[in-house]
């Protein structure tokens, strides 16, 4: 660069490419800010002066030796033709640069990028020379800084110049070398901007807080590193402490169960007609079912008597087939098809109905059977969650205002965090980070982590939905009657009357998982007259009251049914630099092709 008397710039730029394979073309972008401007601009090589008016466009061709000019949006765009081939060439680009240098009352200031932050490619090594109008002393009027200082480099400072060189400057970062000289160098001001005020002292104030900051910056992750216990635990308030409040309020305000006046221990009978599949997801506070609610409904349906049960006795392996058993089974076949069916009671009719078929078939039998065809089965039994879903939804038993404020909530972690990560990645410096865009990138994790916290609590429904005043009381009862059902082998009071009371007790208690202790209960206080007239409890082979469902092993039947009616699997795979500079004008990249 050679600054001219009236303050504009003559510059030239020697750009050295090395290529591997053949190439034709190469660009420079050079950006203008308000006030700036270049013209005069040369392309050359050597001893050979290229010629304009060529193709500005990117990837497009041209005669060798020729060159364009074009205005890009904020800037100008040199485009150069050539023909090389694995070769190292080196271009001459001149221009001048009017407008760059901004001359106060008391000095010059030419700030210039002397290497673009938008080069694709790394930079070995860059020199650049700043020649005065004229010599003067070195003063404290006459200065020179190199930025970023994270860029390996060292300026100097001649009576007549100024000299910066720089080694090993990554790809996409800037190289900035800032002069300051006096005013009376220059003899006009007609290629600079004026500005009638004095400028030395607040330029230097700029360098020396650019350095300062650099150094605060450095000194502030230091002091993170040093301390990784606080910054761990700063980060663990940050990243959990909102969301874990949010999480609070919303139990407090959505979540916690209202207190009832209902206060007793035991329910000797199912507290309502509610269906048994709809019992246990009340208590759990949910909506998803599983294989015992399958269950206890494909027995609420033996019991009232759409299928008709038969006891049977059925041989079964054991200790590998050495020896053989006889247990305890039940042959079902189709009854009366005209009793009346829930929604979520047909799809279980159609998966035991394409069982059974017309001769009937045994409960030990069913897992094969559906497994034989599982596709279908699986979609029936899709069908039965959902079903049943929808008539809990029916009962108004829940209330899940809470669900919209985590929503909420989850919402702007996630956009606040898309936001900080996004400023702070965008500026951050690999080589220099700021303190700035640290905080930045940790609160959006942060923010992220809070997101994550509270899209897990979302599945945990009892934090944020509650049972409504009367689904309350109903669970309430049920749980009492749970109790009931679990502590009933071991209770002395009155065993029920009814044999339809019986067989409830064991289509609850399938319901509930217990089904084993009801059985127990029933060996030990189920009068044999009524037992003789089950279709749920039979004797077995060795005429034991009860123990003939045992062998059939309930609990068993029940998983069997859940693994049997899963989806098929899927198969699939002067000293040094200084400060953070980021003021000059000039700069820009290019490339080749």
């Known amino acids: 660069m050679r600054i001219q008397p009236d303050g504009s710039l003559l510059v030239r730029e020697q750009i050295a490419f090395d290529f591997d394979g053949p190439f034709s073309g190469a660009y420079r972008d050079i950006p ?16 050979t002066r ?7 466009e990117l990837g ?10 074009a205005r890009i949006d904020k800037g100008i765009r040199i485009v150069w033709h050539y023909a090389a081939n694995t070769e190292r060439r080196t271009f001459d680009i001149s221009y001048r640069f009017r ?8 000095v010059v200031d ?3 990028n002397v290497w673009g932050d938008n080069w694709p490619a790394a930079l070995r090594r860059l020199t650049a020379s700043m020649q005065l109008p004229q010599q003067t002393q070195l003063s404290p009027s006459y200065r020179v800084w190199g930025s970023p200082v994270w860029v390996q480099g060292t300026v100097t400072r001649l009576p007549d110049r100024s000299l910066l060189q720089a080694a090993g400057v990554p790809a996409h970062q800037f190289v900035e070398m800032r002069v300051v000289f006096p005013r009376s160098l220059l003899t006009s001001t007609a290629g600079a901007q004026v500005r009638h005020e004095y400028g030395l002292q607040k330029i230097v104030a700029e360098e020396l807080g650019s350095q300062r900051g650099y150094e605060h910056d450095r000194e502030r992750i230091d002091d993170a590193k040093r301390h ?12 959990q402490g909102p969301a874990l409040a949010l999480m609070l309020l919303v139990w407090l305000v959505y979540g916690r169960e209202r207190k009832t006046r209902y206060d007793r221990e035991y329910e000797q009978e199912p507290p309502s007609d509610t269906e048994p599949a709809l019992v246990p997801p009340l208590l759990r506070q949910e909506t998803t079912i599983g294989s015992n609610e399958f269950t206890a409904t494909l027995f609420d349906l033996i019991r009232r008597g759409r299928y008709k049960s038969t006891p049977v006795t059925t041989e079964r392996s054991i200790w590998g087939g050495v020896r053989h058993q006889d247990v305890a089974d039940l042959q ?5 098809k005209s009793v009346a069916l829930a929604n979520f009671e047909e799809p279980v009719t159609r998966v035991v109905d394409s069982v059974v078929g017309d001769h009937g078939e045994r409960l030990t039998r069913f897992r094969d059977k559906i497994e034989s065809d599982r596709k279908t089965n699986s979609q029936r039994f899709t069908s039965f969650k959902k079903d049943v879903s929808s008539a809990i939804d029916g009962h108004d038993w829940y209330l899940s205002d809470g669900l919209r404020l985590l929503g909420l909530g989850i919402m702007v972690f996630v956009v606040v965090a898309i936001v900080l990560l996004w400023l702070g990645i965008h500026g951050f410096r690999s080589a220099a980070p700021r303190w700035s865009d640290v905080v930045l990138v940790a609160l959006g994790v942060c923010a992220a982590a809070n997101a994550v916290t509270l899209i897990a609590a979302g599945t945990r429904t009892r934090l944020w939905r509650r049972r409504t005043k009367a689904g309350q009381v109903e669970a309430e009862r049920w749980e009492a009657f749970r109790r009931y059902l679990t502590d009933f082998p071991r209770l002395q009071e009155a065993p029920p009357a009814t044999l339809e009371l019986w067989e409830r ?4 208690g399938i319901a509930f998982g217990i089904a084993e202790r009801v059985l127990q209960g029933a060996h030990l206080h189920m009068p044999e007259e009524l037992h003789d007239q089950s279709a749920l409890y039979w004797i077995t082979p060795t005429g034991d009251l009860g123990s003939g469902p045992t062998a059939l092993a309930i609990g068993d039947l029940s998983s069997g049914f859940g693994s049997a009616l899963a989806p098929p699997a899927s198969s699939g795979g002067g000293g040094g630099f200084s400060g953070g500079g980021g003021g000059g004008g000039g700069g820009g990249g290019g490339g080749a092709w």
Do not use: C, Q, W
Not at 99 to 106: E, F, I, P, R, T
Not at 505 to 508: G, I, K, M, P, S
């Open 32 to 47: 203008l800010r308000k006030g700036e401007s270049i013209d005069h601009v040369t392309v050359s090589e050597g001893t």
């Open 60 to 69: 497009g061709f041209d005669l060798p030796s020729t060159y364009g000019v």
């Open 99 to 106: 407008g760059l240098a901004v001359a106060y009352d008391d």
């Open 505 to 508: 007790f064991l289509v609850y």
């Open 50 to 56: 290229y010629r304009p008016g060529a193709n500005t």
């Open 110 to 112: 030419v700030n210039l």
């Open 332 to 336: 079902l076949t189709v009854a009366d």
């Open 228 to 239: 990784l216990g606080r910054t761990a635990l700063y980060l663990l308030l940050l990243g």
